[in-house]
């Protein structure tokens, strides 16, 4: 079951080139990341119950840099959170809903994650993420 907004990915071609407008906001950086499975260096912007995810790609062919190069700069991905995957994973495939991954996968922060294809979201990359501690049956 979704809970609400983890957090909204926007793909940057810097963070530190991105960063001003979200602080003239009021909002703060409150941790830099590197990802570098995903070549990614992620600015964590809290934002009242979730955040702002800054994404800069570390490399050329990272997924974030494609996605840079094809359409630009901008909203890359929303993430909800989920209190059970596992079962969400199953109930979107039996709606027939296309999935990225063949099942939910770690992410940053031990995080479970699954990925809706934009082609079965409205055009919308979607996340779903389920903190760790539960995670999926059969996962990993
Ligand atoms: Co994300």
């Known amino acids: 079951m979704i809970q ?12 530190e080139e991105a960063r001003g407008f979200w602080e003239s906001l ?6 830099i990341e590197v990802v570098e499975s995903e070549g990614v260096r992620v600015a964590i912007i809290p934002c009242g119950g979730s955040r702002i995810e800054l994404l800069e790609p570390t490399r050329e062919d990272s997924p974030i840099a494609r996605f840079i190069a094809k359409r630009g ?14 079962a969400d994973d199953v109930a979107l495939r039996a709606a027939g809903v296309r999935l990225l991954r063949d099942r939910p996968t770690r992410g940053a922060g031990g995080c479970w994650i699954q990925f809706v294809h ?7 990359l ?6 760790p501690g539960e995670g999926p049956e059969g996962g990993a």
Do not use: N, Q
Not at 73 to 86: N, Q, R, Y
């Open 26 to 31: 009021g909002l703060a950086i409150e941790a």
């Open 118 to 124: 934009p082609a079965s979201a409205g055009g919308v």
């Open 73 to 86: 700069p901008g909203l890359h991905h929303v993430c909800l959170t989920s209190d059970g995957l596992a």
């Open 4 to 15: 609400g907004i983890d957090h909204i990915g926007i793909a940057v071609h810097t963070i």
């Open 126 to 131: 979607v996340e779903l993420s389920e903190p």
